[in-house]
């Protein structure tokens, strides 16, 4: 339990950090920004109690909405998708694929499923930044379109991460 918290604490501060010092600044016409520190809520434990998932992700989006000068855009979009991931992994999951004490993830419940989940959440996610930033639906098309870039900028760049480092993923 105690390896478990302190490996999700860690997790958060990389991601924090890594976001913050190295992906804002990889910027493909200022729109497309990988958003990797999401990849934080996506490996919370299946057991994870709601208020829990909320707090987290409540802080890591007022982490990133302090460090990127964005008042709340962040914070109400990583909330969301903390409310919304356990409705998304009952929904990508089936029961023969479960098993108590598994933690979502490529090596736990393969690819297709990791894929899914991640699509999902990442869109929901940079759906509500972008509308949320452009704040108005004039411009519907143009923010789909950045929206749908960096979403699969994101997800590629997560999936990536994943295949590369997360061997230890699946178990407690």
Partial sequence: MTNLILRNA???ILLVFLQVLVFNHIQ????YIPQ?????ILLLPFETPK???LSL???LGLCIDMFTYTV???????TLIGFLAPLVQNMVTTKQEYEPGMQPGIRGLGFKWFLSYTLILVSIHHLVVYFLDAFRFTDVW???FRAGVNILLTTSV???IQLLVGKGEGRK
């Fill in 142 to 144: 143009v923010t789909l």
């Fill in 51 to 53: 208020w829990l998932m």
């Fill in 57 to 59: 992700a409540f802080l």
């Fill in 36 to 40: 990797i520190y999401i990849l934080f």
């Fill in 28 to 31: 493909l016409d200022s729109f």
């Fill in 158 to 160: 997560i999936v990536l």
């Fill in 72 to 78: 709340g855009l962040h914070t109400s979009a990583c």
């Fill in 10 to 12: 860690l997790r958060f």
